[in-house]
């Protein structure tokens, strides 16, 4: 099974800035990976596929990075309603598929 | 509108069972590869089971299997998972999941819609 970490666990950003997470495989996925967003109380959200393609509806700001072991999600420039936490997840070897642990954006 | 709605969710006592649906609305659920994910109580997301479009393969995990049945009724639109044998670890809330058409027929398994979850509750 592929462990999926996620760097750091919480994120304190201000409104305008941005944000940077990293999402670590325990080996290989090539550029299996999505990145999906969650607000409390809600479902997740698909944002990227394919390592660093955004799904429908996923504003620019948003940009997927890497591939093999490790990736990265950056927000170029925060807005109110992407405080939230976000979640990697490999398909590459599945099943069973894993997500990482997330990360929790929070308003500084 | 594409939509899923899951049901079925409630109060089950270890040992019990529970059927979850999931109603989809707004597409043809027959041509779509299906997941069932769940998140415990302020936890991350855990992979359930997955199931093809037609129903012939059904994928689980290791912590359900055996003791969880994942179906489909594609003439209704609709995905099930029947929860046998319910553990107290088993209290989450449970999202079904579409994989997108293009995804599966590379294997690719990621979910571009969800429902908004049903909640399932295993305690005595």
């Known amino acids: 099974e592929i462990v999926m970490t996620q760097s750091p666990a919480a994120l304190s950003v201000s409104l305008g800035e941005r944000a940077t997470l990293s999402c670590r495989a325990s080996?290989?996925?090539?550029?299996?990976l999505a990145w999906y967003l969650q607000k409390p109380g809600q479902a997740p959200r698909l944002l990227i596929y394919g390592a660093s393609t955004r799904a429908a509806g996923t504003p620019a700001r948003f940009s997927g990075s890497g591939s093999g072991t490790d990736f990265t999600l950056t927000i170029s420039s925060l807005q109110s309603e992407d405080f939230a936490v976000y979640y990697c997840?490999?398909?590459?070897?599945?099943?069973?598929?894993?997500f990482g642990g997330g990360t929790k954006v929070e308003i500084k | 509108e594409v939509q899923l709605v899951e049901s079925g969710g409630g109060l089950v006592q270890p040992g019990g069972s529970l059927r979850l649906s999931c109603a989809a609305s707004g597409f043809s659920l027959s041509s779509y590869e299906m997941n069932w994910v769940r998140q415990a109580p302020g936890k991350g997301l855990e992979w359930v089971s997955d199931?093809?479009?037609?129903?012939?393969?059904?994928y689980y995990a290791d912590s359900v299997k055996g003791r969880f049945t994942i179906s489909r009724d594609n003439a209704k639109n609709s995905l099930y998972l029947q929860m046998n044998s319910l553990r107290d670890e088993d209290t989450a809330v449970y999202y079904c999941?579409?994989?997108?058409?293009?995804?599966?027929?590379?294997?690719?398994?990621?979910?571009?819609?969800w429902g908004k979850g049903t909640t399932v509750t295993v305690s005595s």
């Open positions: 999941g579409r994989v997108p058409m293009a995804a599966s027929s590379y294997h690719y398994n990621y979910l571009d819609v």
């Open positions: 199931i093809n479009s037609s129903g012939s393969v059904r």
């Open positions: 997840q490999q398909y590459d070897h599945w099943p069973p598929l894993t």
């Open positions: 080996q290989s996925v090539s550029s299996n």
